[in-house]
Nanobody, 124 residues
């Protein structure tokens, strides 16, 4: 089973930027980024197809976040710009993911892999 490790979280002021990275131990078909804030449901925010680069974003991050892949390094990065306090959450990457009706869904049950997460805090 593929292992995923996130990095790049931290504390940033509103309007600032952070870059998250998800490193995979092996080949994957798709990788998605999810986040969960305290007291809120987990949200799928972006995903990318590894073979063809097809990308999806949730409305909450579209035009602010950019997902990219480096197939040679088996990494998927999430560049986050114009950060807002409501972006504060623990961010996770997962594989595989599916997209139905524009909603990004995580691996089902025990099928697939999750990283341990990285904290992103947007605060002045």
């Amino acid at each position: 089973q593929v292992q995923l490790v996130e990095s790049g979280g931290g504390l940033v002021q509103p309007g600032g930027s952070l870059r998250l990275s998800c490193a995979a131990s092996g080949d994957t078909y798709s990788i998605g980024w999810f986040r969960q804030a305290p007291g809120k449901e987990r949200e799928g925010i972006s995903c990318i197809s590894i073979p063809d680069g097809t990308i999806y974003y949730s409305d909450s991050v579209k035009d602010r976040f950019t997902i990219s892949r480096d197939n040679a390094k088996n990494t998927v990065d999430l560049q986050m710009n114009s950060l807002k306090p409501e972006d504060t959450a623990v961010y996770y990457c997962a594989t595989p993911v599916t997209v139905v009706g524009g909603t990004i869904y995580p691996p089902h049950g025990d099928f697939g892999s999750w990283g341990r997460g990285t904290q992103v805090t947007v605060s002045s």
